[in-house]
């Protein structure tokens, strides 16, 4: 597989170091997660930060109690209505955490606190990390994992840190494992000073630089304490992902799937976290079942070297890239925690993670205690803003294009099956299950609510041949693809765009040639604006989510607003809740006007619509009139289901007597669109010719 370059278009430092545009700041595609601790609680502070550009709040259960997270989701409740912005609720799991046990107490916001209990560590002094019941010394550290010392070997690297630890703390400690007492006493010598406070927890590093020795800790997935809140906090507020701690294989999402559907949490997705080597030897499986990545560099940066680090988060990135899933990144600038100004490496971290692909970024310990909550997202914000627009949009454009030639090449050298002999059936996919109504859910799994792989088999064997360098490299994985997946449907074995994809894909390449600044997607599930994403268009992706009335056999409820904040961690996509009008362009014209009161777009400027009509999708060309507030003339080109162009017509507001060139209307119908999914370059100019002349009229 080609890796992904970025190019500068202009090399003139002058032009670089001009100030932003104040136009620009209408919008951001990349997401900004923040953590809610006691440094942003109060509704001011999360309106503030709302405002700033935060498109999702996460609420860490490895420290606080439920009640404290319930104060906090009340808050960003009120936030959200103060602020009239959506904002997404992510919970984060305890899980497998490996922690110090040491009092605690609770302060009068709820928080707890380890203050006073601070144990500094001389370089090579020796500590004892025991499964004794004894209390916490400078020399004695109890851990709350009873069989942690048979995991242990003399030689071993520890990693002993405080919770959401950054690189302005001084409580990191690396501990060499020396000896093994009884089973039960870890004893081991410093490797650099620390001053340890707060909660701390224990990272095993893995002793080996190219396999897999050491052995895992066999603690649940899921605590009892996540279940527990889990299940109390879904009764009051609608939780829109889990980010799963620890993911180690395919098989603990599909055991999370499983737990949330068991209590109601259909709708809830899964970002599994990937913070050990275990988890990136078995990507391929947990890539396919979970909903997202999340690359905690935390702990991962830990298990792997730090020479493979920035090889390791592309490599990541550029996968689920190819999938269409959005992917997350930590740790990214510490130092505002106690800085309001992140540093040079920092900044340019963050760039680099923006013009590799990366969906969003997640703050920790910045926003949940440091002292720059508010300035954190703002920054994050303005660096995010000027690498979009370095973005190499076309390459990326064609990169998925150009491997999907590749993968097909290899497919037919590999199973020497034509792709006459394909059924369209098998490329096309269901399209009763693209974007609307499903069946209920298949226990142990979420199957209508994921992407479903066959809905672009092409995304998923190219993330299949992304991913081989994780395991053994051959294009044989895709014949491992011929079985039914989690929907009780087959993979037929086509490497071809599925019909969904190809409108998709079309629509950001029309988007593209005729310059428009807008592209709107309905949707009800949210899949169709993932894959127009997918492509990284230049322009927003206003995303409309019309709410429906669905019933359980008990009660009615109204389903739609889930879906308009889980595109909130999707690169691009600005969700909007519409109203449900008897006609799609009324809902067009509104989403226009809101979108130019947004400053997202200005008079005269074209807008890409993509909708679905029926059993049949439209790609609609549309110009903004001169007020801003509508639409002033409408293209309509249609794609029916064997991709031809088949109607341009204008809409009803031409004026009477004055209809578009019959000639130019004739030459259009039937035009094809290529195998590659792009409309057709002369097509679309043409159309355009259409427009400008029902503009000018």
């Known amino acids: 597989m ?28 990349t997401k900004i997660v923040g953590t809610i601790g006691p ?6 502070k999360q309106v503030a930060m709302l405002e700033a550009g935060m498109s999702a709040a996460r609420f860490d259960l490895t420290w606080g109690p ?24 992510m919970l984060d799991t305890l899980g497998r955490e490996v922690m110090i046990r040491r009092p605690f107490r609770i302060e009068a916001d709820g928080w707890p606190n380890q203050a006073g209990q601070e144990i500094s560590v001389k370089m090579g002094q020796t500590l004892t990390l025991t499964t004794r019941d004894v209390e916490c010394t400078d020399t004695v550290l109890p851990v709350t994992y009873s069989k942690f010392a048979g995991m242990m070997e003399s030689g071993d690297t520890l990693y002993v840190g ?32 620390a001053l340890l406070d707060g909660l701390l927890t224990v990272f095993h590093v893995e002793r080996s630089s190219d396999e897999l020795l050491n052995l895992q800790n066999d603690l649940p997935l899921l605590s009892e304490y996540d279940k527990e809140c889990l299940i109390s906090l879904a009764l009051d507020y609608e939780i829109d992902f889990i980010s799963l701690s620890y993911t180690r294989t395919v098989d603990d999402v599909i055991e999370a799937r499983a737990f949330l559907d068991a209590v109601g949490l259909h709708n809830t997705k899964i970002f599994a976290k990937l913070e050990s080597r275990q988890s990136l030897l078995n990507f ?11 690359i905690s560099r935390g702990n991962l940066g830990l298990d792997c070297l730090p020479e493979k680090m920035a090889l390791v988060q592309k490599t990541l990135i550029q996968s689920c890239n190819l999938v269409g899933k959005p992917v997350l990144i930590t740790r990214v600038v510490d130092t505002m925690a106690v800085s309001p100004r992140p540093t040079r490496a920092e900044a340019t971290d963050v760039a680099n993670a923006v013009l590799d692909g990366v969906d969003g970024i997640l703050l920790g310990q910045e926003t949940l205690r440091g002292f720059f909550p508010i300035e954190s997202v703002q920054t994050l914000v303005s660096i995010a803003r000027q690498a ?27 199973t020497g099956q034509s792709p006459e002999a394909i059924s369209p059936q098998s490329s096309q996919g269901d399209l009763s299950d693209t974007d609307g109504a499903h069946d209920g859910p298949t226990p142990g799994r979420r199957a209508p609510r994921r992407i479903p792989s066959n809905e672009s088999f092409s995304s998923l064997s190219l993330a299949i041949k992304a991913m081989t360098r994780f395991g053994p490299s051959s294009y044989g994985n895709l014949q491992g693809m011929a079985k039914s997946d989690s929907n009780g449907r087959l993979y037929h074995g086509s490497p071809y765009i599925s019909k969904l994809e190809s409108i998709s894909s079309s629509a950001v390449r029309a988007a593209d040639k005729v310059g428009a600044s807008l592209i709107v997607v309905y949707t009800h599930t949210g ?29 009615w409820k109204l389903e739609g607003r889930h879906n308009a904040r889980q595109c909130l961690l999707t690169r691009g996509l600005i969700p909007m809740l519409a109203t449900p009008q008897p006609h799609g362009d009324t809902v067009l014209s509104e989403a226009i006007s809101a979108a130019s009161r947004m400053g997202i777009v200005n008079p005269n400027n074209h807008v890409v619509a993509v909708q679905r009509i029926h059993e049949d ?13 509508g639409i002033k003339r409408t293209l309509n080109v249609d794609v029916t289901e064997h991709g031809c162009l088949t109607t341009v017509a204008a809409t009803p507001n031409t004026a009477k007597g004055q209809q578009p060139d019959e000639d130019l209307r004739n030459e259009l119908t039937g035009h094809m669109v290529s195998s590659v999914s792009e409309l057709d370059e002369s097509a679309v100019t043409r159309a355009m010719k259409l427009l400008a002349n029902g503009n000018k009229q």
């Open 2 to 29: 080609k890796s992904k370059s970025h190019f500068l278009q202009d090399l003139n430092l002058t032009s670089i170091l001009d100030p932003a545009d104040p136009q620009d700041k209408n919008y951001c595609a």
């Open 39 to 44: 440094a942003c609680q109060a509704v001011d």
């Open 66 to 89: 439920i009640e404290y997270h319930r104060r906090s989701l009340d808050n960003l409740q009120t936030a959200m209505k103060h602020t009239r912005k959506l904002c997404a609720i």
């Open 162 to 193: 405080r919770y959401l630890v950054s690189g302005a703390d001084s409580a990191s400690l690396y501990l060499e494992v020396i000896e093994v007492i009884d089973d039960c006493d870890v004893v081991c010598v410093a490797k650099n000073e």
């Open 284 to 294: 391929k499986g947990i890539l396919n079942e979970a909903d997202g990545i999340i």
């Open 388 to 414: 979009e627009k370095v973005f190499d949009h076309h390459y990326h454009f064609d990169h998925l294009l150009d491997t999907a030639y590749e993968v097909e090449e290899g497919y037919y050298q590999t």
């Open 527 to 555: 899949r169709t604006a993932q894959l127009v994403a997918k492509y990284r268009p230049p322009m927003p992706i206003l995303t409309l989510v019309v709410p429906r009335l669905v019933s359980d056999s008990l009660k």
């Open 617 to 629: 999708f439209c790609v609609k060309i549309v110009s903004v009139d001169a007020m801003g507030a």
